[in-house]
Each structure stands twice: as structure tokens, then as C-alpha cells.
């Protein structure tokens, strides 16, 4: 914990690097380093928890999704936080995912949709009714082309599903 402290940004980088491959069993020090001010080491200890597969990761990174602010200056660390909540597939951030979704500005318009369309595709990832429908409600009001193509391929599969259930379900 001592070089996470006081080692250069190099340093600390490349422990949460090596880490990588067993961060189920670091779980503390990849936490402790989603606060280091290096945004290569706050974003790689992101990367590995949600690739770690330990939902015990999900509360810690849960505690850095923000919707989008113009001077946030931890964007690459928001935009790592939520695509590794997405490869985790943390049901419980739902609705964390859901504010980043829909939180537009016309501030930055480009990071603000890189951040959302994440949030869009970590929701598809999780799966849950809730988190594919709310995706899929972006069709009409979005702006974005991507998020609003992704949000057609959900509300066809969600309309199949439905129909499938029906058929399954007529006697």
C-alpha cells in the first residue's frame, strides 16, 4: 500500500497493471485506486474490477457514476466506471445507469454522448426488463444516432420476446 501512496503515477499504473489478473483478490488496493488522481491508474483499477466478475466490485465502482458535467475533470474515469459496471452486469446500478443515460447537455455534446451511449450499452449488458426498456424508450426523444440505433435494436428484441411469450402462452 506504501508505493500506492507515495509512488509516482508510473508506479502506482503499473501495480494496478499487474494486478489485473487477480483482482478478485485485490479488491481493496483497485479500490483505493479509483481515487488516484492519475487518470491511466483510476481508470485501469475500473477496467479490472468490472473484468474481475466479483459483484463485490459493483458497490465500489456504483460509488463513481455521475452524469455528465462539462467540468468534471474525471470524465475518462466516469466513462471506465460505467462501461465496467456494464461487464460486471450490476443489476443494482440500474438506475445509476439510467440518470447517466438520460442526462443530456449541450455542453460538450460529443463526451456527454460518449458517456451516455456506455451507460446504453451497459444497461443491454445487465439485461434486467427495467434497464432494456429504458433503453429502449430513448428511440423517439434521442439525438444521438448511435444511442438511438441501439435503442431500435432493443425494442425490436423486446417486441419479439413479448411475441414469443404470447405464442408460448395461447392454448
Given at each position: 500500500m506504501y508505493a500506492m501512496e507515495q509512488g509516482s503515477s508510473r508506479l502506482r499504473w503499473s501495480i494496478i497493471y499487474a494486478i489485473g489478473h487477480a483482482a478478485a483478490q485485490h479488491l481493496e488496493?483497485?479500490?483505493?485506486?479509483?481515487?488516484?488522481?492519475?487518470?491511466y491508474t483510476a481508470c485501469a483499477a475500473a477496467q479490472?474490477?468490472?473484468?474481475?466478475?466479483?459483484?463485490?466490485a459493483g458497490p465500489v465502482l456504483l460509488e463513481h457514476v455521475r452524469p455528465?458535467?462539462?467540468?468534471?475533470?474525471?470524465?475518462?474515469?466516469?466513462?471506465a466506471v460505467v462501461?465496467?459496471?456494464g461487464e460486471l452486469r450490476f443489476a443494482d446500478a440500474t438506475e445509476?445507469?439510467?440518470?447517466?443515460?438520460w442526462t443530456t447537455t449541450f455542453l460538450d455534446r460529443r463526451s456527454n454522448d460518449v458517456l451516455?451511449?456506455?451507460?446504453?450499452?451497459?444497461?443491454?449488458?445487465?439485461?434486467t426488463e427495467r434497464a432494456l426498456s429504458m433503453v429502449?424508450?430513448?428511440?423517439?426523444?434521442?439525438?444521438?444516432?448511435?444511442?438511438?440505433?441501439?435503442?431500435?435494436?432493443?425494442?425490436?428484441?423486446?417486441?419479439?420476446?413479448?411475441?414469443?411469450?404470447?405464442?408460448?402462452?395461447?392454448?
Open positions: 488496493v483497485l479500490e483505493t485506486a479509483l481515487s488516484d488522481p492519475d487518470d479490472h474490477l468490472g473484468s474481475s466478475g466479483d459483484p463485490r455528465f458535467h462539462a467540468k468534471d475533470p474525471r470524465f475518462p474515469l466516469r466513462l462501461q465496467a459496471l445509476a445507469l439510467i440518470e447517466v443515460l451516455r451511449l456506455a451507460a446504453a450499452e451497459a444497461l443491454v449488458r445487465i439485461g429502449a424508450d430513448r428511440i423517439e426523444a434521442e439525438r444521438s444516432h448511435k444511442i438511438r440505433k441501439l435503442a431500435m435494436r432493443v425494442a425490436r428484441v423486446l417486441r419479439l420476446s413479448a411475441e414469443r411469450r404470447v405464442e408460448i402462452h395461447v392454448p
